[in-house]
């Protein structure tokens, strides 16, 4: 069940966030107390400040210093696990977009996947803060609370069937509407290289199509699901074998991101496809150096089967480009080389659009949902034209690969198009981050998509 905030308040206890800077801000019942504990008001610090009968009469929260915040998104959330069980509500000492920021944290540290051991010890129940629009903010952890267990869930579990149970449930909870292509269908239906990509696995591929909205302009979201990836013939080494089970992150995010579209009613069309494979080797697994027919028709050589992600996204951008949307939107977890150049924390992004890119850089600070712009470049086009076909799937020489595949996607769509490549994993443990499966960018989307729209 996703976290949410506490319905009673009753008999909520006081919360004051402290500024590292600002000690005189502690209430002066808690002023000797607070001295005599030490306590400085370090980031995610929390001291709690017994009444007469010695129960808890107030609570403290460090908010640490300005440097410490942009070193720590979530900083606040830290006080969750800490804090004795039981409901709070924040009384002073943030507002505006650091009391969102502080009441989303406060939910999403509450997070616990726990579908294979016992549940973690709660954490302490937060009322909505005033001043915030605490069903927008439920709705949103809700959001990532699905992409976070569509991730965590290994692969035994969550094949292209259970993706399709996971998408179709969605449509149900918002009366959306989904058709879904699977198997040999996917060739009638011209959906070749997904085909293709997945025909090894027992588990057969599929396109998942849910629509969802009957008015407004629409946004089309990609996703690539590549539920397990074994690298195909040209098989990874174990050691990067082993979070592929992530590899459909891109999937769980954009399923996120549609609850939140969905759950917050916005005046779109809303349209969400997902390949979904298992990149297998078996006798029929594609092989370095076959050519294979696009939907488009544009010609692919493969060579590398590793390289199968833009490959199956390929199929599905050129079914939305079909319709002309308004805006296509497209995360994957699709290179190594994005990792390399901005780490886990930060998701790139690629658009041609200026006012697109600044509108979505805005809404990234604003939500605490990094994200960074990579260009597609055009002088890099050469490398994806291989001398047999009309595009190469894994360019050789290795450098600037997030580009080039980038570059590659954007031969499947006219619309105005951004590309995300996000990691999808928190490979350690922070305040509202746990370590494992994440959502990347799809808060700052959510956001930013009024001025995207022009809603």
Not at 95 to 120: I, N, T, V
Not at 163 to 178: D, F, P, Q, V
Not at 392 to 400: I, K, R, T, V
Request: charged share 20%.
């Amino acid at each position: 069940m996703p976290p949410k905030f506490a319905t009673d308040s009753a008999d909520a206890i006081p919360l004051h966030i402290i500024d590292a800077d600002d000690l005189d801000a502690i209430p002066d019942a808690a002023q000797a107390w607070a001295k005599a504990q030490g306590f400085h008001a370090g980031l995610g610090t929390a001291l709690t400040i017994p009444g007469a009968d010695g129960a808890i009469a107030m609570a403290l929260v460090g908010h640490g210093r300005e440097a410490d915040r942009k070193r720590q998104r979530f900083g606040v959330a830290a006080a969750a696990r800490k804090l004795p069980q039981g409901t709070y509500f924040i009384a002073g000492g943030l507002s505006g977009a650091a009391l969102e920021e502080a009441a989303l944290g406060w939910l999403l540290e509450s997070y616990d996947f726990a579908r294979y051991r016992k549940p973690k010890r709660p954490a302490a129940m937060l009322v909505a803060p005033d001043g915030v629009d605490g069903a927008r903010i439920a709705a949103i952890a809700a959001g990532e609370t699905l992409t976070r267990d569509l991730i965590n869930t290994p692969a035994s579990d969550m094949g292209p069937a259970e993706l399709e149970a996971a998408a179709r449930a969605l449509a149900k909870e918002h009366g959306a509407y989904i058709a879904v292509t699977t198997g040999a269908d996917l060739l009638t239906d011209n959906f070749p290289m997904i085909h293709t990509v997945g025909r090894a696995s027992t588990r057969a591929p599929r396109l998942l199509d849910m629509r969802w909205g009957k008015a407004g302009p629409q946004l089309t979201l990609v996703g690539k699901g590549v539920c397990f990836d074994t690298g195909g013939l040209n098989i990874k080494p174990g050691g990067s074998m082993g979070l592929m089970k992530k590899d459909m992150g891109g999937a769980a995010t954009t399923l996120g991101l549609a609850h939140m579209i969905m759950a917050l009613d916005l005046p779109i069309r809303l349209r969400l496809l997902i390949p979904a494979v298992e990149n297998a080797i078996d006798g029929n697994a594609f092989r370095p150096q076959d050519v294979l027919t696009s939907r488009k028709g544009l010609t692919v050589e493969i060579n590398n089967t590793d390289a199968e992600g833009r490959l199956v996204l390929a199929d599905a951008l050129a079914l939305a480009d079909e319709e002309s949307p308004d805006l296509v939107i497209s995360m994957a977890t699709l290179t190594g080389a994005a990792r390399v150049a901005v780490g886990p924390d930060l998701a790139p992004f690629f658009t041609d659009d200026e006012d697109h890119a600044a509108v979505l850089a805005q809404s990234a600070a604003r939500v605490a949902d990094p994200v960074w712009r990579l260009p597609f470049h055009a002088p890099y086009e050469a490398r994806i034209e291989p001398a047999i076909a009309d595009l190469d799937n894994a360019p050789a020489g290795g450098m600037a690969g997030c580009i080039t595949a980038a570059l590659f996607l954007r031969r499947f769509v006219d619309a105005p198009y951004m590309h995300f490549d996000i990691y999808g994993w928190c490979p350690s443990t922070a305040p509202g981050l746990p370590k494992g499966g994440v959502g990347m960018g799809h808060r700052a989307v959510l956001d930013a998509l009024p001025r995207l729209l022009n809603l």
